[in-house]
């Protein structure tokens, strides 16, 4: 299924090979418009994916701090997951329309 992630109007990220893990869609690298994203000098540790390095989206006027995340370098257990992008914090995450199917 083709996955978009949406902020402020505009389409973040779009693939068709996402991988779901504890319920986030990870987005391909090469999925995401890298104009929309800032990297920022947050990260959190997961016990068993490892450090989670985090980016800013900015789409036009709107900006929402380390709403996007990736593990570089995730421990062998994530591995699938490497370099890899989820979202929260305001960037939805849905199922690409018909519509925008058609175009691409």
């Known amino acids: 299924m083709r996955m978009q ?5 505009e389409v973040v ?5 996402t991988v779901v893990v504890e319920g ?3 987005f ?7 104009e929309f994203f800032t990297p920022t000098t947050s990260h959190t540790t997961c016990p068993w994916k490892g450090v989670a390095s985090y980016y800013t989206v900015t789409v036009g006027d709107r900006a929402s701090e380390d709403a996007a995340w990736t ?3 995730p421990k062998p257990a994530a591995r699938e997951i490497t370099g890899y992008v989820a979202f929260w914090r305001g960037v939805q995450v849905q ?3 018909d519509a925008d199917r058609s175009g691409s």
């Not at 992630?5 to 109007?9: R, S």
């Not at 990220?13 to 090979?17: F, M, R, T, V, Y």
């Open 5 to 9: 992630a949406i902020f402020n109007g």
């Open 13 to 17: 990220a779009e693939s068709d090979d």
């Open 24 to 26: 986030n869609h990870y």
């Open 28 to 34: 391909p690298p090469d999925a995401i418009r890298a």
């Open 71 to 73: 593990y570089p370098e």
């Open 95 to 97: 199922p690409a329309s």
